[in-house]
């Protein structure tokens, strides 16, 4: 008896055998994980849903600005979620890439051993303008478009917008970060000056989208699916949430969007097919003239007119373009 009891030991109980123990911990390590991944993108799914139940009977411009807010505010979430842990940073650095810049590379704004260097003069002078012609477009040049071209009046303020706030606004707020000796790099990287589509996309046009589409989409896709397939589940991903914004607060075009960044997926695994690199597709002037054509050509499936017409000429006016 007393043998069994040294063998067992006084309370009768065993430690459980090595591997046992092994797959214990990997369980236990799996679980934290899962709870720490639940955490890191819990507000992309609450923030929407709740802007979608609560402001669904708002205006369209309303509707519209919450759910791309509420998006936003959960992708910026899951970006700084995931980078927060690995990088050592201050505290502060954490609330102002949270609340005092819109780029999505949460890597590069956190460490601070990435110190770009100090902005030149032609920098700020780029900046400075485009958010003014952004003004110029928006609050004076969409009013000399007669009211019968709603079209036009609601194109000329999107491109304001687009040049007030990504060309021109991000971009200052880029530029004083650097002053700080913080790693924010602009939005937008001189688009017109791609050569192919896939330069367009992957390394001038709205930069903050293209670093979270890769991080969290490709890379992960990439494990399971091979490049061409990846790289279309990300233009899919887009072209939906394009859809969620666009479509839904405008109640007409469903699909529109979704359908040009598919497009625009498969114009990209076009050029770098052998067929588009015999034809010369992604580089000189059939380069630009073919990014020009998938790019520009089917934009209206992007903003379609029920957008232009119920969401953005609204806005316009409730802003006083108008």
């Known amino acids: 008896m007393k043998i069994a009891q040294l063998r067992t030991g006084e309370t009768g109980w065993q430690a459980p055998p090595a591997q046992t123990m092994h797959t214990t911990g990997r369980v236990k390590s799996f679980e934290s994980h899962r709870s720490v991944a639940f955490i890191g993108w819990l507000p992309l799914v609450v923030l929407p849903s709740v802007a979608a139940v609560s402001y669904r009977h708002s205006q369209p411009w309303v509707f519209m600005w919450t759910l791309a807010i509420s998006i936003y505010l959960g992708l910026k979430w899951v970006t700084w979620w995931t980078a927060q842990k690995p990088i050592a940073h201050s505290a502060w650095r954490s ?4 609340l005092a810049w819109p780029g999505m590379d949460a890597k590069s704004f956190l460490d601070k051993t990435n110190r770009p260097p100090m902005p030149r003069f032609r ?19 969409a009013r000399l478009f007669p009211q019968e071209q709603p079209l036009l009046r ?31 790099s602009p939005i937008m990287s001189a688009p017109l000056r791609s050569r192919s589509l896939s330069e367009f996309w992957g390394k001038r046009w709205n930069l903050g989208f ?53 497009l625009q997926g498969v114009g990209v695994l076009l050029e770098r097919s052998p067929y588009g690199k015999q034809f010369g597709l992604g580089q000189g002037i059939r380069g630009r003239l073919y990014m020009v ?30």
Request: with cysteine; proline share 5%; aromatic share 16%.
């Open 95 to 98: 609330a102002a890439y949270l």
């Open 123 to 141: 920098d700020w002078f780029w900046a400075i303008s485009e958010t003014a012609l952004g003004m110029i477009f928006l609050w004076f040049a």
């Open 154 to 184: 609601g194109w000329t303020g999107m491109l304001g917008l687009i040049l007030l706030l990504h060309f021109g606004s991000f971009h200052i707020a880029a530029l004083l970060w650097q002053c700080l000796g913080v790693g924010a």
């Open 210 to 262: 293209r670093q979270l589409a890769h991080d969290l989409v490709f890379v992960p896709a990439h494990k399971y699916l091979q490049v061409g397939s990846a790289t279309i589940l990300v233009f899919l991903i887009s072209g939906l949430l394009h859809d969620l914004v666009i479509s839904a607060p405008a109640g007409a075009g469903y699909g529109l969007p979704t359908a040009y960044f598919l």
């Open 293 to 322: 054509m998938v790019v520009a050509g089917p934009v209206f499936w992007l903003f379609h007119p029920p957008f232009v017409k119920r969401v953005i000429i609204p806005f316009m006016q409730a802003i006083h373009a108008l």
